[in-house]
Antibody, heavy 119, light 109 residues
Framework: EVQLDQSGPYVKKPGESLKISCKSS????????IGWVRQMPGKGLEWMGI????????RYSPSFQGQVTISVDRSINTAYLQWSSLKASDTAIYYC????????????WGQGTRVTVSS | EIVMTQSPATLSVSPGERATLSCGAS??????LAWYQQKPGQAPRLLIS???KRATGIPARFSGSGSGTEFTLTISSLQSEDSAVYYC???????????FGQGTKVEIK
């Protein structure tokens, strides 16, 4: 059974850095891309980016390019989403999810990481 | 960017009745369209991919149809546990610029 276990929750101040994680189990780690999706309070879903653990190929939504960094540590089957300087507008729930190779939908989801940025 | 527009914003349906949700794309997405269900406090769950293929374990009362710019999710006989927000997502482009609709909230009347 595919499982994605996310870290958190987090409460941070504006300007602070943060790295959240998504640990995968139950499948061959390099067979799926891992994606990140944002959900701001009371709002819908926004695709942020994806990474392929096999070769570290990383693609970002134009809306999030330069705002976040997606990475992966294959040795521990864990993907990361990080910010160098948080803003109040980064307050949201962040989901990781698996994307089957060759397709663009997300078939398995983590439980979500709540990030609150407030002074 | 392909803009996805869902209608209606809220749908109130009696148990056992049919619910029909619409999703429109600003340009053709082929059949590269997925539907997700999200219940309060939970992560989204994949219902449909390829516009019409049910994901593993999804009840047969959920069906998807459409191609190009017009898509539909139908719940043939609404159950109380189907109360949720439903999102469509297009994944037509590579390099990816995938987008979600704004969601349709299904309420039990």
């Amino acid at each position: 059974e595919v499982q994605l276990d996310q870290s958190g929750p987090y409460v941070k101040k504006p300007g602070e850095s943060l790295k959240i994680s998504c640990k995968s189990s139950g499948y061959i780690y390099t067979s799926y891309w891992i994606g990140w999706v944002r959900q701001m309070p009371g709002k819908g879903l926004e695709w942020m980016g994806i990474i392929y653990p096999e070769d570290f190929d990383t693609r970002y939504s134009p809306s999030f390019q330069g705002q976040v960094t997606i990475s992966v540590d294959r040795s521990i089957n864990t993907a990361y989403l990080q910010w160098s300087s948080l803003k109040a507008s980064d307050t949201a729930i962040y989901y990781c999810a698996t994307r089957p190779r060759g397709w663009g939908y997300f078939d398995n989801w983590g439980q979500g990481t709540r990030v609150t940025v407030s002074s | 960017e392909i803009v996805m527009t869902q209608s209606p914003a809220t749908l109130s349906v009696s148990p056992g009745e049919r619910a029909t949700l619409s999703c429109g794309a600003s340009q053709s997405a082929g059949t590269n369209l997925a539907w997700y269900q999200q219940k309060p406090g939970q992560a989204p769950r994949l219902l449909i991919s390829g516009a019409s293929k049910r994901a593993t374990g999804i009840p047969a009362r959920f069906s998807g149809s459409g191609s190009g710019t017009e898509f539909t999710l139908t719940i043939s006989s609404l159950q109380s546990e189907d109360s949720a927000v439903y999102y469509c997502q297009q994944y037509y482009q590579w390099p990816p610029a995938w987008t979600f609709g704004q969601g349709t909230k299904v309420e039990i009347k």
